[in-house]
């Protein structure tokens, strides 16, 4: 698997990573107010 690789090829996967990471802060905004 070349993540380097593949990741300069597909800037897309990136955006994937940014909504996990938001929605995940989100439900860190619910649990810790």
Do not use: A
């Not at 993540?3 to 802060?25: A, D, N, Q, S």
């Amino acid at each position: 698997m070349e993540w380097g690789v593949r990741g300069e090829r597909e800037p897309g996967w990136k955006m994937v990573y940014l909504v996990i990471f938001l929605t995940v802060g989100m439900e860190t905004r619910v649990y810790i107010p």
